[in-house]
């Protein structure tokens, strides 16, 4: 048990002291510093959220839409940014194998940690201010939500355990991945509810496993006042799958990765 | 304290590969200070980076039972755009150790002044030499790697190193690849002759001096 805690507490120092390098790497100490970090969701959601409000008018399918732009832009930014994140994360950060207690899962997890907190902040303050201006429910179910949140953030650090060994693989990987997380946009579930789709349309959507997590945030948010479905075994079962094979493939490529 | 059993590395090279280690068996008890000799691009780098774990061996184990630091040369181990103190924050952090008592350390063995302020990309070899010593000296490890790097230091420099590793942790195991038939005659009591993927060890350094001259 002891040997289970002293690793415990090597794993805890490791992951902070890997966070403050990559937010001192990434955002310095200048200005507001880390706390750009939540920035850029922030304003994704913030200008969209304007941007459709003007475009559709203040409701859509009877829930605010500034509300609905902003809760799915940000999992969209947390979604985009962490599997940009990781690719090639192996070859960027060679360095750190100099360090025998740092794992490679270390540096791919708090990539992705660092994309959540960030996210997370964001979440938090545009939705305090959006309920301060009455554009923005109160929560109906805060544990649906935060599920919601749990699933998304699990389906998306499990594609990112995929996606950084294969990256170092193959070089088109790298130009491939930002026009497929475009394209899949509307299979993600952000910008629609499965119910406003066609029966067929829905039928499709069932694969998805961020549907099923936003349809669960949405109700989170909304309640009663959206038709939500979600079926959790989707993003469940799909994260276990990613993350078994992303395991694996990290594996394999630590034991060939070449450190200069 | 190290074993290395059977230890191979090869790496891709076209549609091939390229065999840099082909077997390779060394241990390494506490207090020995082992020399690795060899022409360039023989894997002395390689035998160094597979001891200290940045690498994997192709196939074979290697079995450490102490503290071994990663390997002092001449890149790699930084990160260059974060500056000398920030380096010094972060292997601090990793080793669990107190800043204050590094960084203190770190300025009085490095000598480098306002210079630690300076991300270390911006460091000459004999600056990045200086502070990868310093901050491996800082934490006591059992084992230290040392990959040429002693040599690209002035008389100054060499005088501390020599007292901080030779003298001081003279209890430490020690192994030192270098080109210098004067520094490994001075400092190694054995010697480990690469050469084709192989490695022989020599009990008796000037012998294995003799062998490697005559590679």
Known sequence: ?260 | MIHCERVTKSYPMGAGRKHVLRGVDLTVERGDHVGFLGRNGAGKTTLIKLIAGVELPTSGRIRRERSVSWPLGFGGGFQGSLTGYDNARFISRIYGLQYSQIRDFVEDFSELGVQLKMPVKTYSSGMRARLAFALSLAIEFDCYLIDEVIMVGDQNFLKKCHYELFEKRRDRALIFASHSAELVREFCDRALVIEQGHATLYPDVNEALDVYAAL
């Open chain 1, 1 to 260: 048990m002891s040997s289970f805690a002293a690793g415990w507490r090597i794993q805890r120092r490791v992951i902070g002291a890997l966070m403050i390098r990559e937010l001192v790497t990434r955002f310095g100490r200048e200005n507001i510093g880390f706390l750009w970090m939540m920035v850029e969701p922030l304003l994704f959601a913030g200008l969209v959220g304007i941007l459709w409000r003007y475009m559709k008018g203040p409701e859509m399918h009877g829930v605010s839409v500034v509300a609905f732009v902003a809760s799915g832009y940000i999992p969209l930014t947390l979604f985009r940014n962490s599997v940009g994140r990781s690719i090639r994360v192996f070859s960027v950060n060679g360095s750190l194998m100099y360090h025998r207690q740092i794992k490679v899962l270390d540096f791919i997890f708090v990539r992705f940690l660092i994309e959540m907190i960030g996210a997370m902040m964001a979440f938090l303050l545009i939705g305090t201010l959006l309920i301060f201006f009455d554009l923005f429910p109160v929560p109906a179910d805060l544990g649906a939500l935060l599920a919601g949140w749990f699933f998304f953030c699990l389906f998306t650090f499990s594609l990112c355990l995929v996606l950084a060994p294969l990256s170092e693989l193959s070089d088109a990987l790298e130009k491939l991945v930002p026009v497929t997380t475009y394209v899949m946009i509307p299979f993600s579930g952000v910008f629609n509810m499965t119910s406003w789709l066609t029966p067929q349309a829905q039928k499709v959507m069932y694969y998805s496993p961020f549907v099923h997590s936003m349809e669960l945030m949405r109700y989170g948010i909304f309640g009663s006042r959206i038709d939500a479905q979600w079926d959790i075994f989707v993003p469940f079962a799909a994260s276990i799958l990613f993350l078994l094979i992303g395991l694996a493939l990290c594996r394999r490529i630590r034991r060939h990765l070449v450190v200069e």
